[in-house]
Antibody, heavy 120, light 110 residues
């Protein structure tokens, strides 16, 4: 079964760093793009960036460029999203999502999401 | 412009037809994708490449595109209570590595 398993909920203080993860299984990790999508409570979906683990190609949304870092560890079949200094406005649910290669560029697999709360 | 515009809300009675639109200049050249999101859950793909339905999605879901191609519509025929959810359209550039989501439409089944 193809799965994306995300790390658990986090509660952090402003200014702290954070790295959340998304572990892939059930398919060839290097062959698919994995994206990160943010959802602020009560709001819509926002695309943050996308990573192709096979060739380390990473693209960022202009809205998130410089604010977060996306990376991958092929040995762990895992992609990461990290912040060096969190803000209260980073409070949101973060989803990782696999881009399909047979259904156009739609997402065929979603992680369950990682809740990040930033509060003093 | 790469923006996608959706109506904030659509309301229909059970058994009626719900139509949710997504508009944007980019849609004239690029495909649209539709996701259903229920409270507390991750989104689910319900339509891809404007009109294609993924396996497992009920046949009452269909997609279409306007003549100009700048408006795509997700149609749910014979709406059921379980269809109440938020619906998001999404598109991407030709390489599929630059995405944009619409603002989402809350479908209420009266």
């Amino acid at each position: 079964e193809v799965q994306l398993v995300q790390s658990g909920a986090e509660v952090k203080k402003p200014g702290e760093s954070l790295k959340i993860s998304c572990k892939a299984s059930g398919y060839n990790f290097n062959n698919f793009w994995i994206a990160w999508v943010r959802q602020v409570p009560g709001k819509g979906l926002e695309w943050m960036g996308i990573n192709h683990p096979g060739d380390s190609d990473i693209r960022y949304s202009p809205s998130f460029q410089g604010q977060v870092t996306i990376s991958a560890d092929e040995s762990m079949n895992t992609v990461y999203l990290q912040w060096s200094s969190l803000r209260a406005s980073d409070t949101a649910m973060y989803y990782c999502a696999r881009r399909s290669e047979v259904m156009g560029h739609g997402v065929d697999v979603w992680g369950k999401g990682t809740s990040v709360t930033v509060s003093s | 412009s790469s923006e996608l515009t959706q109506p904030p809300s659509v309301s229909v009675s059970p058994g009626q037809t719900a139509r949710i639109t997504c508009s944007g200049d980019a849609l004239a050249k690029l495909y649209a994708y539709w996701y259903q999101q229920k409270p507390g859950l991750a989104p689910v793909l319900v339509m891809y490449k404007d009109t294609e339905r993924p396996s497992g999605i009920p046949g009452r879901f269909s997609g279409s595109s306007s003549d100009s191609g700048t408006i795509v519509t997700l149609t749910i025929s014979g709406v059921q209570a379980e269809d109440e959810a938020d619906y998001y359209c999404q598109s991407s550039d030709s390489s599929g590595t630059y995405w944009v989501f619409g603002g989402g439409t809350k479908l209420t089944v009266l």
